[in-house]
Nanobody, 124 residues
């Protein structure tokens, strides 16, 4: 199982920014897809952002224009830059992945491997 380790969470005030990082034990993006999910208390986990080997991206409507997903292949690291944070962004954020096998990295339903999560708390 590929190991995914997140970092970068914390507490900020509304309007602030955070950058999450996720390092993978195996990172060959042509074969392994990675993305970001979040789960707030009392809510289901939802896809936040994902990217594929061609640089295409997909975002949840609630974060479009505020969050940016990116990757550094040389460092085996995926990032999520979160700007203009809102209290409703408060959640546990998870890095996720799956073995591509011809499937789309941009389909949140394909993800089946999860990191331990990092907490993001946004106060008003």
């Amino acid at each position: 199982q590929v190991q995914l380790v997140e970092s970068g969470g914390g507490s900020v005030q509304a309007g602030g920014s955070l950058r999450l990082s996720c390092t993978s034990s195996v990172y060959t993006y042509s074969r392994y897809c990675m993305g970001w999910f979040r789960q707030a208390i009392g809510k289901e986990r939802e896809g936040v952002a994902a990217t594929d080997s061609d640089g295409r991206t997909v975002y949840a409507d609630s974060v479009k224009g505020r969050f940016t997903i990116s990757k550094d292949n040389a460092k085996n690291t995926l990032y999520l830059q979160m700007n203009s944070l809102k209290p409703e962004d408060t959640a546990m954020y998870y890095c996720a992945g799956f073995v591509r096998l011809g499937r789309s990295c941009l389909d949140f339903y394909n993800y089946n491997n999860w990191g331990q999560g990092t907490q993001v708390t946004v106060s008003s």
